[in-house]
């Protein structure tokens, strides 16, 4: 796709503008047309065209449809700078009867979440309410979730494909486990590259494929070997690093002891974890081979003399070998935290959204969710820090707080990750995985797993076929480096930046720009007390805080201010009145 062309909706009208960011749209004549979908930008030229709603007359037809699961009159992706990756962006076109509103709707949904949750159906969904309301309406799906990936992927993302859980549990763990291996199956970030300085280097190298070629136990520690050293330096701090690389020597230490060679590895254990920490260069790939052709040869010897322990021995290195690799393949693919979201993704769709809506103050709304709510709560202080404009006209907060200290929040069960070892031990929560394959325990007889019902919804305030929606294909896999950061939350001062210099708490009370904290009274993963510390950091003039549920046994859980059957009547008309109050012009802040 060329990097120079885009395109911008008016109306009815579809023109390729001044460049923006690189996008696909797939798109719908609106109102019960047909599908059919275009490039934005595919034309060098300016070109205007009529469009038919009825047919979908003058949009160009191609032979893919978007996606079916999405359920957006447009999908549209967003390129990140600086990152493969490219967002998906929902669009939702107001009907002509619309009132006219001034600003474009963003709405930003939960942690390990997509898109589903604000468009569950007809009569739950608060973007097809907003949009018809006459607020142009997007839904971001971060990297990572639902239909967002990155460059060369399949259009569907994971998220969407539920298989067998056990079977799902490991494709999700160990990622695209093709016959080329996992460490080829994507050559970008695989690839080892060695740089040919000399003939001597030059022999050093064919040294190296003679190793893989005569032994496939040498060639797997090799690999593991300069993996490790080579790439994982770029994506763990130092200590993060060691443990891994400490991990790596004692797990091939123990299997040793167990076959009576721990004496003979001890010799050269120490120096193994020393080149694992030294910087990768020509020098040290050498050595790595030798270390690789040491550690069989020690194999082979022992096997002379105890062949039975010697044979199971090697089956197990390979296994222990194959498994760490899969962990570092994951380290990897899911290198992504908070502030990537609120650095990269927010910005780039913001801009986007603008080019596309043309407000004419270039503002937006947002309503976030949850983690969607932290980020821009998060994107609030940080404009306040720094002196920029939000770029925000008014923003809503549903069940959201950037300092769960004072509340006794279920998200709590998640505080051992925030050990960066074990986040290492485990560099993935597979959390859509894990719903499907305990939401039967959850809702059906004996109800072994009754407690994870109430973490989404209060008792009776989701419909069960859309509760099942909801938990069967709103979750994916998101990075434990992502959890890490987010448990900061939960220590003394609230969520800071990956480097703990920042604490987004701090410029709230700098922000100008008007925010809905929205509460439920059943809300157990963001509790009021939690939202109400958030929002009165902010200046009394800019916040209003509205609690849902506690009379006439009505109830809010932490979904069901997004897609309960009474959030069309309670929620969505609060959330509506207050951005209409919002909506004149403004050219400063």
Request: glycine share 6%; aromatic share 8%; proline share 5%.
């Amino acid at each position: 796709m060329e990097m120079n062309m885009a395109m911008a909706m008016c109306s009815s009208v579809y023109r390729v503008q001044q460049p923006v960011l690189p996008t696909l749209c797939y798109l719908r004549a609106p109102y019960g047309s047909q599908w059919c979908w275009r490039r934005g930008g595919f034309k060098m030229k300016t070109e205007k065209r009529s469009f038919c709603r009825a047919s979908g007359v003058g949009v160009e037809k191609l032979e893919m449809e978007k996606p079916e699961i999405c359920t957006a009159d447009e999908l549209h992706y967003v390129a990140v700078p600086g990152s493969n990756w490219r967002l998906a962006l929902w669009h939702y076109n107001p009907p002509p009867e619309a009132p006219a509103r001034n600003h474009p709707l963003l709405l930003l949904s939960g942690v390990a979440t997509n898109a589903t949750g604000f468009d569950l159906a007809p009569g739950a969904s608060l973007a097809r309410h907003m949009s018809k309301e006459g607020f142009d309406t997007w839904i971001l799906e971060v990297r990572g979730a639902g239909l967002s990936k990155r460059e060369g992927e399949a259009t569907v993302n994971e998220t969407y494909i539920k298989d067998d859980a056990s079977v799902k549990l490991m494709e999700t763990m160990i990622g695209d486990n093709s016959n080329d291996g996992l460490v080829r199956s994507d050559q970008n970030l695989m690839e080892i590259d060695f740089q040919v300085e000399s003939e001597n280097i030059r022999a050093k190298e064919e040294k190296i494929e003679t190793t893989l070629e005569k032994s496939e136990l040498a060639g797997r520690l090799l690999e593991t070997f300069l993996r490790l050293s080579e790439k994982l330096t770029f994506l763990l701090n130092e200590s993060q690093y060691r443990v891994m690389s400490a991990r790596l020597v004692d797990q091939i230490a123990k299997l040793l002891e167990d076959a009576q060679l721990s004496g003979r590895f001890n010799e050269i254990k120490e120096k193994l974890f020393n080149l694992l920490l030294e910087k990768q260069n020509s020098a040290i790939t050498a050595q790595f081979v030798e270390m690789s052709e040491r550690l069989v040869k020690m194999l082979e010897e022992g096997q002379r003399s105890v062949p039975s322990q010697i044979v199971d021995l090697r089956e197990r290195l390979i296994s222990t070998i194959d498994d760490f690799q899969k962990q570092m393949d994951l380290i990897v693919k899911y290198d992504w935290d908070f502030d990537n979201y609120l650095e990269e993704d927010i910005p780039a769709v913001m801009e986007y959204v603008r080019n596309q809506s043309k407000p004419k103050d270039g503002k937006l709304f947002a309503i976030g969710h949850s983690m969607g709510g932290i980020l821009l709560y998060s994107h609030l202080s940080s404009s306040a820090r720094t002196g920029k404009r939000s770029g925000l006209a008014a923003v809503v907060t549903l069940g959201s707080s950037l300092d769960y200290t004072v509340s006794n929040s279920s998200l709590k069960l998640l505080l051992p990750l925030a050990d960066p070892a074990q986040a290492l031990n485990v560099p993935v929560l597979p959390l859509g995985t894990l719903m499907t394959a305990i939401y039967p325990l959850a809702s059906q007889p004996p109800y072994a797993l009754a407690w994870m019902s109430p973490q989404v919804s209060a008792r009776n305030m989701m419909h069960p076929e859309l509760l099942k929606k909801l938990v069967l294909n709103n979750f994916c896999t998101v990075p434990a480096k992502l959890i890490l950061q987010l448990a900061t939350a939960f220590r003394p001062g609230g969520l800071r930046n990956r480097t703990g210099s920042i604490y987004y708490k701090d410029n709230l009370g700098k922000c100008e720009t008007p925010v809905l904290a929205v509460a439920g009274d059943e809300d157990l993963i963001c509790p009021q007390e939690a939202v109400l510390d958030t929002a009165k950091l902010i200046p009394s003039h800019f916040v209003s805080y509205k609690l849902f549920g506690g009379e006439n046994d009505i109830h809010y859980g932490h979904y069901d201010l997004v897609g309960g059957r009474l959030a069309a009547r309670d929620v969505y008309p609060c959330i509506i009145e207050f951005l209409s109050n919002h909506d004149k012009l403004e050219f400063s802040n």
